[in-house]
């Protein structure tokens, strides 16, 4: 009986993890989707109030400025592409991910090509994962 019990509980947990595993995934794919063809509200919907977003460059931008400087243009990602992405838990309301971040930018006018590596944090809000910090760096 005790096994049944623990095998119940076991894939309860995997099935919960695993469904937050691709609810996760998709919050990613929809801040990518958003940081090239940007939108105020998706944006918004998809960080946490307190975000802290950090470049490569050492520059940190708090939600606000990281919402305008892709609404605006400042930066303006055309493409990006997401490799090598591991997704793991700290309890049931944060995950932490890594991933390779390969784009073209026209920031400020000016072609360039990015490589990062990059370390985000989300954390489950009303439902809802909404990216709560952000620290890129160059690979």
């Given at each position: 009986?005790?096994?049944?019990?623990?095998?119940?509980?076991?894939?309860?947990?995997?099935?919960?993890?695993?469904?937050?595993?691709?609810?996760?995934?998709?919050?990613?794919?929809?801040?990518?989707?958003?940081?090239?063809?940007?939108?105020?509200?998706?944006?918004?919907?998809?960080?946490?109030?307190?975000?802290?977003y950090g470049h490569s460059?050492?520059?940190?931008?708090?939600?606000?400025?990281?919402?305008?400087?892709?609404?605006?243009?400042?930066?303006?990602?055309?493409?990006?592409?997401?490799?090598?992405?591991?997704?793991?838990?700290?309890?049931?309301?944060?995950?932490?991910?890594?991933?390779?971040?390969?784009?073209?930018?026209?920031?400020?006018?000016?072609?360039?090509?990015?490589?990062?590596?990059?370390?985000?944090?989300?954390?489950?809000?009303?439902?809802?994962?909404?990216?709560?910090?952000?620290?890129?760096?160059?690979?």
């Open positions: 009986m005790k096994s049944l019990l623990f095998l119940s509980l076991f894939f309860l947990c995997s099935f919960s993890f695993a469904q937050s595993d691709k609810e996760v995934q998709t919050a990613i794919e929809s801040l990518r989707i958003a940081m090239i063809d940007p939108s105020t509200e998706v944006l918004t919907q998809l960080t946490a109030s307190n975000l802290s460059s050492g520059k940190i931008e708090n939600r606000e400025e990281f919402i305008e400087a892709l609404v605006s243009g400042t930066s303006d990602f055309k493409t990006i592409i997401l490799t090598d992405q591991t997704i793991s838990f700290s309890g049931k309301k944060t995950a932490i991910v890594r991933h390779k971040l390969s784009g073209e930018t026209l920031d400020g006018g000016r072609s360039n090509t990015v490589n990062l590596g990059v370390l985000l944090v989300w954390v489950k809000e009303k439902g809802d994962w909404k990216l709560a910090a952000r620290q890129a760096f160059r690979l």
